[in-house]
């Protein structure tokens, strides 16, 4: 990969690498835009294939982080980092410390979260090093756990989706099937519980389907059945690409909405559901709840103010599915126009 030709290509601002060869420190620090606001955007701590598949990963997380703060107008841009996890790695207390090093030096153009593989913790100790963190504990002031805020935003997608397609945002009596029922998809499940949903449920951890099922009546389907329910709405929240070309012929469901990061493998897959009549709720409009919890800790903002932001996900998916039929374009494009829009309106972030 030609990594300044991505860069120019999908305007990225910038890549920090960070090293520390006794600690074993792999990261990369993807910005891909501060014309908002400072980058803002999880720490991911995994393995990868290859230093070159780390790269692209951070790079494509920072840009949907971009995407995502700028449609939920935020007032913060997109990034990412990626620790590459393995055997080299020393101290985990130490290593956390040193990356928050790593972002003290970027002076605020980069505030760092949790994400995959990391955690409150791994947080606390990027805090000893810097104060552009957040998603740390409660005992230090922070406001907890995001994916039920998470999970409250997706509600409110589903709710518009159903105003779109029926008229009537009510999600009682409706069939809904979650693929993953982990932070996020557990209390997804709970929330649309309360509304009178019926549930169909898959994960390839038992015992996280176990665990819910012993709480409420879900029907609980294989992780090959789940995409291929009859149902009103299938809720992608595992893993990235899960629509796609193998499966979208199979697909019985009316509307896609859910909490996974890139739910499409690539952009024509858009025009495949527009073609099968599936709405579509583009994923960073509604599984942005996450994002506006973090920035709320960030700012001191208060539960209240986050509940009453994300539920203007409601009003904001609403908007785009109603302009996504009357023009008959995909209901990502739509998103993206709106936000390619914003960025370019914000002319520089230049001092002068
Ligand atoms: P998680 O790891 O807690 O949950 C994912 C679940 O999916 C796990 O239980 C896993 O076993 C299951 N899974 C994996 N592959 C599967 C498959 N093929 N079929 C069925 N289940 C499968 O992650 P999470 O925090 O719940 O996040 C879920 C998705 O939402 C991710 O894509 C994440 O990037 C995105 N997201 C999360 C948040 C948040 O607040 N946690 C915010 C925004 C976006």
Sequence with gaps: MDVLTKMIDEDHE????????????????????TKLGPAVGGCRFMAYGSENEAIQDALRLAKAMTYKSAVSELHYGGGKTVIIKS??????TLLFKKFGYFVESLKGKYITAVDSGTTTVDMENIHSETRYVTGITTKRSGLGNPSPITA?????????????????ASLHNKVIAIQGVGNVGYYLALFLKKEGAKLIVSDINN????????EIEVKIVSPEEICVQEVDILSPCALSATVNESVIPFFKCKIIAGAAN???SKPEDADSLLQKGI????????????????????EGLSMEYVYEAVSKIYQRAC??????????IPTISIADMMVKEKINKSTTNLKT
């Design 14 to 33: 910038g890549v920090v690498f960070c090293t520390d060869r006794v600690l074993g420190l792999r990261a990369i620090i993807a910005i891909h835009s």
């Design 87 to 92: 055997d080299s790695c020393g101290d985990r």
């Design 152 to 168: 409250r935003g997706v509600v409110w997608g589903m709710k518009a989706s159903m105003l779109e397609l029926c008229g009537n």
């Design 207 to 214: 015992e996280r389907v176990k665990k819910l099922a012993n």
């Design 262 to 264: 890139n739910q499409l």
């Design 279 to 298: 709405v579509y709720v583009p994923d960073y409009v509604i599984n942005a709840g996450g994002l506006i919890h973090v920035v709320a800790e960030y």
């Design 319 to 328: 908007n785009i599915l109603s302009r996504s039929r009357e023009k008959n």
